[in-house]
């Protein structure tokens, strides 16, 4: 996995045939989310075993976001940071990269059959999670010259969450997948891990490294890195998952802040600077992080 990040962070640095990372990167996770992950997900889901243990994914994922953005919010009031920033720090704070990297991790980690819980906490938890509270988070911090508001509901309307429905409805109704259909999605899932290894390496910037910014990076990672996991781990506890599937669960809680943010600071005037910056930090140190955490999960 680790190759994969660096050949996109060499990318980025040589710009081999003269085509930058912010050339490359969005043509690739354009074609992961709307072609490969939505042959993934539907290949998963269809096959997994859904029922109370997703309510518990959705349970330990949002309640661990929920946490993680109160923390942050109350010490942006008490240090009284300015609202673009906070707003940045909130977003960044709150939501993991739960499938960029967390799917990735969780296959590697624990096996195959990690890909569903990876894939459960994204789309029924994080996602829903970001499109909402999210947005609306970013709405109040941040501004829009767009007197229109697009309602939060249709930011759902996604290949992904098509492809999660889908997957439910045929799973739930125990259609078996043709051999010839499922050989498909397993060729266009084989893409999905690679390519968002290597866009990951292509989106961290060390250039959004200041030191004007660093001093707003430590109540990022206290929180991102150490708080929002152990509020996951007891949680956990009150949950009926067997050992590996808390295990996994509580370790996507662990992972590094999401990429996606960056297009909602983006939008809605947000510091963005500040928000890749806390990406390539976080990112960087889960490398020691997330084995610390693997450890104490599985002697708990």
């Not at 998952?241 to 669960?249: G, M, N, P, R, T």
């Amino acid at each position: 996995m680790a190759v994969l990040i660096a050949c996109g962070i060499g990318w980025r640095w040589l710009c081999p045939g003269g085509l930058s990372s912010e050339q490359v990167r969005p043509v690739l996770t354009s074609v992961v989310y709307y072609l490969f992950l939505p042959a993934m997900v539907l290949e998963v889901l269809w096959r997994s075993d859904i029922g109370v243990q997703s309510l518990q994914y959705t349970f330990l994922g949002t309640s661990s976001i929920a946490f993680a953005m109160i923390c942050i919010w109350l010490i942006g009031r008490a240090l009284n940071i300015q609202h673009k920033k906070l707003g940045a720090i909130i977003l960044v704070t709150a939501f993991p990269n739960v499938t960029y990297l967390g799917l990735p991790v969780l296959e590697e980690t624990f096996g195959h059959w990690a890909r569903s819980v990876a894939i459960q906490i994204d789309l029924f938890a994080t996602a829903p999670f970001l499109f909402t509270a999210g947005i609306m988070t970013a709405r109040h911090f941040g501004e829009n010259h767009s007197h229109k508001h697009k309602p939060i509901w249709l930011n759902l309307n996604a290949p992904p969450f098509w492809a999660a429905l889908l997957a439910v409805i045929l799973n739930l109704n125990q259609i078996t997948a043709p051999e010839w259909l499922l050989g498909v999605l397993q060729k266009l899932s084989a893409g999905v891990v690679p390519i968002m290894l290597f866009s990951l390496g292509l989106a961290l910037s060390w250039q959004s490294i200041t030191l004007r910014n660093l001093p707003y990076a430590l109540p990022i990672i206290l929180i991102k890195l150490f708080l929002m996991p152990w509020f996951a781990l007891q949680v956990s506890v009150f949950s009926t998952l067997d050992e590996a599937h808390k295990a996994a669960s509580v370790l996507e809680m662990a992972m590094p802040s999401m990429v996606l943010g960056i297009v909602f600071c983006d939008r809605y005037r947000l510091d963005s600077a500040l928000y890749a910056m806390a990406v390539t930090l976080t990112t960087v140190l889960s490398m020691v992080t997330l084995p610390f955490w693997y450890r104490i999960i599985t002697t708990t």
